[in-house]
């Protein structure tokens, strides 16, 4: 039986599992994140995240959901590859650049006492563009479209951080019964590759909470990159100035959209919880 070193980290709550892939070899990465990531027979987390050697960046993040799906990004994980990457000196740098499938990502490190703290992320530039999110729609852009899900009708704007989100707003999302309506959201039919689905509530022109259902984790504590969509969503619609903090279940990001250079920015903790070793 074979093991394997890991390190639990989080950000604000999105929990993955950290293998450092200098060092490990993971020979299924889609069956092992499935093992992993079983909160009652395995280490418990919303993922695997692999962190490799990388040709053209300082290291690389190779991302698995729950079910052994393969992500192409994730705002908060790639937060916590920084920390590992410098904590356990893979790097030396305190602005390093991390390979992901939708990518090379830049990443500035806050440093107190020889650990990481706190993680700005280079997020790029947001897909606004119907055909590039992928959503199935007559219009370019969806800012605030109607759109019938479970029999109501919803207002949803459109946003790519690399992997598809759709954001609608309510009054009130504390109470919404979010293991219903999520998965009616994530498997619409206008949808392609599924979506990722912010529920959200502006408090004020600077303050966002949100509820996030992803795709093939359910809802999460957090979800960096459905923070950014989120941020951006509510700037398009009128609702915020372009800096918003986004307040999710797991804690609160600060995000930052430049227009005039079209990058958003994302800066939150990274949090070790364990290391330890599983036999897989």
Avoid at 19 to 36: G, L, Q, R
Avoid at 186 to 212: G, K, L, Q, Y
Avoid at 240 to 254: P, S, Y
Wanted: with cysteine; charged share 25%.
């Amino acid at each position: 039986m074979a093991s394997m070193k890991f390190t639990k980290m989080h950000g604000i709550g999105n929990d993955y599992v950290y293998v450092n892939c200098f060092e490990e070899t993971v020979d299924d990465p889609a069956k092992t994140a499935i093992a992993v990531s079983d909160r009652h027979f395995g280490i418990g987390s919303d993922g695997l995240i692999l962190i490799k050697p990388s040709q053209v960046a300082d290291g690389k993040m190779e991302m698995y959901n729950a079910d052994g799906s393969q992500g192409a990004m994730c705002g908060n994980g790639i937060r916590c590859v920084a920390k590992y990457m410098y904590d356990h000196g893979l790097t030396d740098k305190t602005s390093i650049s991390v390979e992901t499938k939708s990518g090379i990502k830049y990443l500035d490190l806050t440093v107190a006492d020889g650990r990481v703290t706190e993680v700005r992320v280079n997020m790029g530039a947001p897909i606004l563009k119907a055909a590039d999110i992928p959503v199935r729609a007559d219009k370019e852009q969806l800012v605030g479209e109607p759109v019938e899900v479970d029999g109501r009708t919803w207002h949803i704007t459109c946003v790519s951080m690399g992997n598809p989100h759709a954001v609608t707003y309510l009054d009130d999302v504390k109470h919404l019964e979010i293991e219903k309506i999520g998965p009616k959201f994530e498997n619409h039919s206008m949808f392609p590759d599924r979506v990722n689905t912010e529920f959200a509530r502006v408090i004020d022109r600077r303050t966002v909470e949100m509820r996030v259902w992803e795709r093939g984790s359910g809802e999460t504590l957090a979800c960096g990159t459905g923070a950014c969509a989120t941020a951006v969503a509510s700037i398009l619609n009128g609702y915020t100035e372009d800096e918003v903090t986004v307040r999710l279940l797991g804690g609160d990001l600060k995000i930052f959209w430049d227009r005039k250079e079209n990058t958003v920015y994302m800066t939150g903790s990274a949090t070790t919880v364990f290391d330890g070793v599983i036999e897989l």
